[in-house]
């Protein structure tokens, strides 16, 4: 028997199930996981220890609250700039250098307090000097997870990150209370100082290969340009982004407003806090260990519908709750819905992004996420202080998921998703670079039977979206006056090596649309190509 038979006999090869813990059998990913909690408990344990010292030097309500507004501001503003370092740089090395920034500023606090050298505006700006280190963290360990474990493993991989962002939510304060009561908040910030180091060595030891474009890097404002052009021309990321805005935006009112509602419990305190806090961790990790098999019985959009109905319910609950006992498993519920919604469009979001985007994609969605729940968290206590508190959590609770509903009949998910691995079937143009620099104006003609026009411009709208999100600065679609069939393609380009980089770019997706533009050109020849360097405008 031929080898080819003998291959058409033999089954295809068995894919392992994915389990909970699956992706933790990867000796990288493991080492990742293990960085990423620790990173994350030293982020809680900075912010309580931060907080806690704001109340003794600047006792207001206003300066304690800007310790938060310090601590998140950075992802938000920054989030951009450091997704597009992150795609242009050595991400291992861009993620080691992350943590010996938060290392840095951990051992300048310390410092400062044992000095007694520190004032409220000083720690306020060391705060967001360690915000600035996880603004910078974020979208580079977002992008490194989908290198090293298998694309049937990312959900359950992804899962198991928001297992420790939610573990490392009880064990961070829990850890920084105990050192500021035993030793002083000094000793926090030495060990975050410690941690993050021992973090940044590991990864240091990582033997990654980087693989640096022949072109040089990317200039930072281009890249920045290209990653929100490419969001832009995705339909399916702006799904994804209008997702999770909407469900961050009402279900931060239940967290933004959490320590009133403990408060306002039979033996409100501190504590009913923290037990309320945990509890919702608590059900965020369960719903994450069995993430497999919720993600196997729903697709995306019905469940990301109704984890949003069952954080409304929760937020119900919560603010109607008569005690602790009834807090208590409404925030289980919170927490589980929560991860869902949040590790669904997460998983979402990855598989929409090639890899050479994907850091700045994942930075835009994370500015979606941060940009909503802060402006959320203000709008819905703005409301609680004209209404009350359960009013305000009654009305995010509706409108919730009535906007959510409005959200997926206009903008359906089909649950297809393009194939964007790398493609090399257009070959990089064969000429001298120009001599001048300048806009590169790229010219196609095509000649086609004046019958199918109405096919042919449907797929030019796609081909129109193709380029845009390689990062061509413009498109335009010429139409012969004189001659019914002939189209021109205009695409321009910022200059000779962004050109030359969007063929890097292209995707199995791009191919295919290529493909189907040619099978509308007439004749032997393939459509005429001329390329012109832009000397005056």
Not at 44 to 58: C, H, K
Not at 238 to 248: E, K, Q, T
Not at 384 to 402: N, Q
């Amino acid at each position: 028997m031929s080898d080819p038979e003998r291959a058409t006999l033999e089954p295809p090869p068995v894919s392992p199930p994915v389990t909970a813990f699956g992706p933790l059998g990867n000796p990288v990913f493991r080492m990742l996981w293990f960085t990423w909690f620790a990173a994350n408990t030293t982020m809680w344990m900075n912010d309580v220890a931060a907080a806690w010292l704001m109340t003794s030097i600047a006792p207001t309500p206003l300066w304690v609250a800007l310790v938060q507004s310090a601590s998140t501001l950075p992802v938000f503003f920054l989030g951009l700039p450091s997704g597009a370092l992150a795609d242009i740089l050595d991400r291992r090395r861009y993620f080691m250098f992350t943590q010996f920034w938060v290392a840095g500023t951990a051992l300048v606090l310390c410092a400062m307090i044992l000095m007694d050298w520190l004032s409220p505006g000083l720690l306020l700006a060391l705060t967001f000097a360690n915000g600035v280190g996880l603004a910078m963290r974020w979208p580079v360990f977002a992008a490194i997870i989908p290198e090293v474990v298998s694309r049937p493993q990312l959900p359950q991989a992804l899962a198991l990150n928001g297992v420790a962002m939610n573990g490392s939510r009880i064990i961070g304060p829990l850890v920084a209370g105990a050192i500021i009561a035993s030793a002083g908040s000094a000793w926090v910030f030495v060990l975050n100082a410690v941690v993050s180091v021992i973090a940044g060595v590991i990864i240091m030891r990582w033997r990654r290969e980087h693989k640096e474009s022949p072109l040089g890097r990317e200039r930072l404002a281009s890249a920045m340009r290209v990653g929100v052009q490419f969001v832009r021309q995705s339909s399916r990321m702006r799904g994804i982004l209008l997702r999770i805005s909407v469900f961050f935006l009402h279900s931060t009112a239940q967290l933004a407003m959490l320590p009133l509602v403990a408060r306002g419990l039979p033996g409100g305190s501190a504590g009913t806090f923290t037990v309320l806090l945990a509890s919702m961790g608590a059900g965020a990790i369960f719903a994450a260990l069995n993430m497999p098999r919720i993600r196997a019985r729903l697709p995306l959009q019905k469940l990301v519908f109704l984890g949003t109905v069952l954080q409304a319910l929760g937020t119900l609950a919560v603010a109607y709750a008569p005690s602790i006992w009834f807090a208590v498993p409404a925030m289980l519920v919170s927490g589980m819905a929560w991860i869902t919604v949040a590790n669904s469009l997460t998983v979402a979001a990855q598989m929409a992004l090639p890899d050479w985007v994907r850091a700045r994609g994942m930075s835009i969605y994370q500015m979606c996420l941060m940009g909503s729940t802060a402006a959320g968290a203000a709008f819905w206590g703005q409301v609680a202080t004209w209404s009350s508190l359960r009013d305000s959590l009654t009305v995010a609770a509706f409108t919730g998921v009535i906007l959510m509903f409005v959200v997926q009949r206009l903008m359906a998910d089909r649950g297809t998703e393009e194939d964007l691995t790398p493609s090399h079937v257009i070959k990089v143009p064969d000429i001298p670079a120009p001599a001048r620099s300048g806009r590169i104006q790229l010219c196609i003609e095509y000649l086609i039977d004046p019958a199918r026009e109405k096919e042919f411009l449907a797929v030019m709208e796609e081909s129109r979206r193709s380029r845009l999100a390689q990062g061509a600065l413009g498109w335009q679609l010429l139409h012969d006056l004189s001659e019914p069939g002939r189209y021109v393609e205009q695409i321009t380009d910022e200059s000779w090596i962004e050109h030359l980089r969007r063929f890097d770019r292209i995707t199995a997706a791009d191919a295919q649309v290529r493909d189907r533009r040619l099978g509308f050109h007439l004749g032997e020849e393939p459509p005429k190509v001329t390329r012109y360097v832009v000397e005056r405008e």
